[in-house]
């Protein structure tokens, strides 16, 4: 494939972005989903000879799709993953090839010291069976994706207990799904808070009623006041930043200040597709929100809308040490530990596209 070709993306991620554009694809877990489809079927379908190869044409497919849809960040977090794959298979195939051609046991030291000199070389070896090698793992990763809303709200029975009092804003499929699964073996009450101007936590209060869960539903001028009674929050996120901190739909912020006022926990339901290397600094805070319709906080023909400005932001910024916990779908684990997390699913050098 020429560079020419390359640089240029493929007719089904065109599709892609046009349909997401459209809104006729929504939600992040459908995004993750779609996206690694569409570059599993790039590795299989392009000719490349070498992981070098390779990842340059991913990483091209990838900036695309990133300038294009800059504000879904699993798009960007699953280019990352796949390119940390594709590392990790070809030095995994490469160590093979060195302890088969040295046909002897080679010692703990040896072993450590092959890996760390390949991964600090280059891609551009030609690897026999790397392709075949990487549409495994890939296939394992679509699978862990399918299971990942199952695993989590598995985990519902290990934070919720009977008689407790819930508060969350919104609407989560994470946090709807959790908390179904929990209301299987727990008697709990449920406060949603609205999330005006979209009011989407009614959504969620009618799906919840339907289960038989006892729902109260309450402005978010409410929240503070109700807060004494509550004994935990959980709340979904849009994505997970490198330090921890959320990048929440708005009302999340004013929500976890109150629950610190109160000593409530905060728990974060993150799959681990949401975990996102970026983070949020000065320079960039006007790329960090979106700006909705502003019709629905001031209508338009008001007199009020004369003489004033109205806003109305999609996302709050939360800070790490609003949040006491976070599940993912492999378990869970305390802001600090994002970190972590964050080396095992991308390479430092693909944090930048």
């Keep these: 494939m020429t560079g020419t070709q390359a640089d240029c993306p493929t007719p089904e991620i065109s599709q892609f972005v046009h349909d997401v554009r459209l809104h006729k694809i929504v939600g992040a877990h459908k995004l993750t989903s779609k996206t690694l489809q569409l570059l599993t079927s790039l590795i299989n379908k392009s000719e490349w000879s070498t992981a070098e190869n390779l990842m340059q044409l991913i990483r091209h497919q990838g900036r695309f799709l990133v300038s294009a849809l800059p504000q879904d960040i699993v798009i960007a977090n699953t280019v990352r993953r796949i390119l940390k794959i594709v590392r990790e298979e070809y030095d995994s195939a490469q160590l093979r090839v060195h302890i088969d051609d040295a046909q002897t046991a080679l010692s703990l030291h040896k072993l450590v010291t092959q890996t760390s000199e390949q991964r600090s070389g280059d891609y551009t070896i030609h690897q026999a069976g790397l392709k075949e090698a990487l549409l495994d793992h890939l296939s394992e990763i679509a699978t862990e994706l399918e299971t990942s809303a199952d695993n989590l709200s598995s985990q519902a029975t290990e934070h919720i207990h009977s008689s407790e009092l819930i508060m969350t804003i919104g609407h989560s499929k994470s946090v709807e799904k959790f908390l179904k699964k929990a209301a299987e073996n727990r008697t709990i009450e449920v406060i949603v808070a609205e999330c005006a101007p979209a009011c989407k936590g009614h959504q969620l209060a009618v799906s919840l009623g339907k289960t038989k869960i006892q729902t109260t539903l309450i402005p978010d001028s409410a929240i503070f006041a109700m807060m004494s009674r509550v004994n935990k929050v959980i709340i979904g996120t849009h994505s997970v930043l490198a330090n921890g901190g959320l990048r929440a739909i708005c009302g999340a912020y004013s929500l976890a200040l109150a629950a610190k006022h109160f000593s409530v926990p905060v728990i974060v339901l993150a799959p681990t597709y949401k975990l996102t290397p970026v983070h949020l600094s000065n320079y960039d805070q006007d790329d960090f929100n979106i700006l909705g319709n502003a019709e629905a906080v001031i209508p338009y023909q008001s007199p009020a809308a004369r003489f004033s400005k109205a806003y109305n932001p999609v996302f709050d910024y939360v ?33 930048e596209l």
Excluded: C, K, Q, W
Aim: cysteine-free; overall charge negative; aromatic content about 12%.
């Design 319 to 351: 800070p790490p040490e609003l949040v006491t916990l976070f599940i993912t779908n492999t378990g869970g684990n305390a802001p600090s530990y994002v970190y972590r997390l964050l080396s095992e699913l991308y390479h430092p050098e693909d944090n």
